[in-house]
């Protein structure tokens, strides 16, 4: 069983970085795709990154492209999600996600975490 444990969130102002982890374990992570998104009150769950397993290909949803960057360490077990230039409007809780099949959508993933919340003031 995949179990996937985040940390990292906080409080940060406007302008300011933040770095999330997500580790891994229960499976060969080099054989996952790993993925973030996040989730604000009232607002559905939606993609922010994802990283295939294999190639390490990345993506990123359109709002975060330029200021979030995902990485993986599968020495560690371990996924990253370092966050630049951090707006309001990137306050949400942020869920960790895990999943064999590379072609699936990240919001379809069979594993996840707790969630990790991040705040950002104005």
């Known amino acids: 069983q995949v179990q996937l444990v985040e940390s990292g969130g906080g409080l940060v102002q406007a302008g300011g970085s933040l770095r999330l982890s997500c580790a891994q374990s229960g499976r060969s992570f080099g054989s996952l795709s790993m993925g973030w998104c996040r989730q604000s009150p009232g607002k559905e769950r939606e993609f922010v990154a994802a990283?295939?397993?294999?190639?390490?290909?990345?993506y990123y949803a359109d709002s975060v492209k330029g200021r979030f960057t995902i990485s993986r360490d599968n020495a560690k077990n371990t996924v990253y999600l370092q966050m630049n230039s951090l707006k309001p409007e990137d306050t949400a809780v942020y869920y960790c996600?895990?999943?064999?099949?590379?072609?699936?959508?990240?919001?379809?993933?069979?594993?996840w975490g707790q969630g990790t919340q991040v705040t950002v003031s104005s």
């Open positions: 996600a895990a999943d064999a099949n590379p072609l699936k959508r990240v919001l379809n993933y069979d594993y």
């Open positions: 990283v295939r397993w294999g190639a390490d290909i990345t």
